[in-house]
């Protein structure tokens, strides 16, 4: 009735933003990342006759009411497909080094997903966790797997996506190194950016339609190990959807002051010379992609920009981890 799980935060290369399926949570693009190393959260759920409700602590306090709703919808879809009627004691830590404003959903929805089946008496099943996870929060279905992840777009009704592993860690040896430029909680989560941006913005269409076409060029690059072909790319996914966010209506600006600071330490290396990409989520951080031997001059380049607040260099990490 109990396990633990170990799961890793994942960026895209190729961006998922907008939903195909709210209710059922499906993108409406293409997208693919990397799990990272270095950004680990560790869930133990034990599911417990005693009990009358569902306890959840984050970071040793106890979750908010937000965050222990969708914790509590996971665990409820848990019951549904296990048959069990219990309630659970959810215990998640995360162990990001330079701690505040990297909170991942991804990591710490992929290992709730991975920790409660298996407490729940199921087999584990990655395929089926990475659904669960899909369903709280479609980047968390990426996080079950290691190095190089897809998830295809999904078709509205079709409760079945999940991710699936493109290539292991060992694939590319290329370095994700993390700027860090504001502390706090992003202004507008996710889900409500994407749905803004649905119903709001002048250039979503744009975006549902080109964005499979900048996901396929990163796919293709990466398989060949192509930087150059992949670093592009990515950078437009990037600014394409973060286009569709802040020409929504009202408009949502991920980015501050620093991130734009970031960006243009990047730009500099790059021209002179340094192979070396950007990429940012629903948030202000900045993260450059590089190949491992510039990962220092990359960090050191992010460290000199104004009020940057810290860097964290990662690797291609490993699978989600579930032991009962
Ligand atoms: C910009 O997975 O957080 O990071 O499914 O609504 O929970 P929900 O969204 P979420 O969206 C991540 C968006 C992104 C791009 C990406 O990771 O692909």
Redesign the pocket.
């Known amino acids: 009735m109990k396990a633990r799980a170990r799961a890793r935060a994942?960026?895209?290369f190729?961006?998922?933003?907008g939903?195909a399926d709210l209710e059922l949570?499906l993108?409406a693009v293409p997208?693919l990342?990397m799990t990272l190393d270095r950004l680990v959260t560790d869930t133990t759920v034990r599911f417990d006759d005693a009990l009358d409700a569902d306890r959840v602590s984050l970071d040793g306090r106890d979750a908010t009411e937000g965050e222990r709703a969708r914790i509590v919808e996971l665990l409820d879809r848990v019951r549904e497909t296990s048959g069990s009627r219990r309630f659970a004691h959810v215990e998640s830590e995360n162990h990001f080094p330079t701690a505040a404003g990297l909170a991942s959903?991804?990591s710490g929805f992929a290992a709730l997903a991975g920790a409660a089946t298996v407490a729940a008496g199921m087999e584990y099943d990655a395929h089926l966790v990475s659904r669960m996870a899909?369903r709280?929060?479609?980047?968390?279905a990426?996080s079950v797997w290691g190095g190089f992840v897809e998830l295809a777009a999904g078709t509205p009704g079709d409760d079945t996506l999940a991710a699936a592993p493109l290539k292991g860690p060992e694939h590319w040896d290329v370095r994700l190194v993390v700027g860090l430029t504001a502390k706090g909680e992003k202004e507008v989560?996710?889900?409500t950016g994407?749905e803004r941006s649905r119903k709001t913005s002048p250039l979503y269409e744009a975006w549902i339609e080109k964005a499979p076409i900048l996901a396929t060029r990163i796919r293709e690059g990466l398989l060949a190990r192509d930087l150059s072909a992949v670093g592009p790319a990515m950078e437009q996914s990037t600014m394409a959807?973060h286009a569709c966010a802040m020409t929504s209506n009202p408009p949502i600006m991920y980015w501050h002051p620093t991130t734009l600071a970031v960006l243009a330490s990047i730009r500099k290396l790059r021209d002179q010379g340094v192979e070396v990409y950007a990429t940012m989520?629903?948030g202000p951080h900045v993260k450059a992609l590089c190949h491992a031997d510039d990962a220092e001059r990359v960090q050191a380049a992010m460290k000199g920009s104004e009020r940057i607040l810290g860097t964290l260099v990662c690797k291609a990490g490993a699978d989600l981890e579930v032991e009962a």
């Not at 190729?14 to 933003?17: F, I, Q, S, V």
């Not at 709280?136 to 968390?140: C, D, L, M, Q």
């Open positions: 994942n960026i895209a190729a961006k998922y933003w939903k949570n993108p997208s990342s959903s991804a899909r709280s929060s479609a980047s968390a990426r989560g996710s889900t994407m959807f989520d629903a």
